[in-house]
Nanobody, 113 residues
Framework: QVHLVESGGGLVQVGESLTLSCAASGFLFTLRRMAWYRQAPGKEREMVAEITGGSSRNYAEPVKGRFTISRDNSKNTVTLEMNNLKPEDTAVYYC???????WGQGTQVTVSS
């Protein structure tokens, strides 16, 4: 059974940092493109960052230079380091293996000004 479990969300102030983690199980993690998506209230879900099995990375324009995605294939984890957070980063963040249609339950990130 596939599980993607996110952790690390919370309430932070503008300019602060937060690191999200995702623990994956139930599928062949090392081969899968993994991604972080987010969905703000009233908005569509959007891709934030993705990383291939070979650790090639791609970022959405609004987070370039502030967010870093990484993976540890020995632990089946993917992390999202978020720096210099802004109010517009407030959203529910989801871990995903998008090409397989696997999604976590989401973790709330709130950036207060």
């Amino acid at each position: 059974q596939v599980h993607l479990v996110e952790s690390g969300g919370g309430l932070v102030q503008v300019g602060e940092s937060l690191t999200l983690s995702c623990a994956a199980s139930g599928f062949l993690f090392t081969l899968r493109r993994m991604a972080w998506y987010r969905q703000a209230p009233g908005k569509e879900r959007e891709m934030v960052a993705e990383i291939t099995g070979g650790s090639s990375r791609n970022y959405a324009e609004p987070v370039k230079g502030r967010f870093t995605i990484s993976r540890d294939n020995s632990k089946n984890t993917v992390t999202l380091e978020m720096n210099n957070l802004k109010p517009e980063d407030t959203a529910v963040y989801y871990c995903s293996a998008p090409l397989k249609g696997y999604w976590g339950q989401g973790t709330q990130v709130t950036v207060s000004s």
